[in-house]
């Protein structure tokens, strides 16, 4: 049996504030999915990025418990080295925590991380 990774999920407790944070990122998300249960979003290559919220999960998981995210994060390139401090600046400015302001790493990118409204790792990166 072969599988191949084809979506990633978040589970969220507020749609429409994990929605927007992910809109300042790029993606392109109609504001008519905040209030909903569950959204999809097709990404480049065939991949969807998935949001549920904590009550979806709950209808088949009635025992769910939010566990640590902290071995895990999405990571987005931006066009330059500039484009991390900016994309980094505009989130911060909206008021998402930033875990790690940007630095030119030892491996050869810029690099930065924010967390989104749920504490999940969104890691910036570009060339240098």
Not at 76 to 87: H, I, N, R, T, Y
Request: negative net charge.
């Amino acid at each position: 049996m072969t599988v191949a990774l084809n979506a990633i999920s978040i589970v969220v407790a507020d749609m429409g504030r994990s929605l927007a944070f992910y809109r300042l990122l790029g993606l392109d998300i109609p504001a008519s999915a905040d209030t909903e249960p569950h959204v999809e979003v097709a990404l480049p290559g065939g991949m969807r990025l998935l949001w549920d919220t904590e009550e979806t999960i709950r209808s088949f998981d009635p025992e769910w418990q939010r566990r640590g995210s902290d071995g895990m994060s999405l990571a987005f390139l931006a066009e330059s080295p500039a484009g991390v401090d900016k994309v980094y600046a505009e989130l911060v400015g909206a008021g998402y925590h930033g875990e790690k302001e940007p630095w030119d790493a030892f491996w050869g990118q810029r690099y930065a991380v924010v967390l989104d409204p749920d504490g999940n790792g969104v890691d910036l990166f570009a060339a240098l």
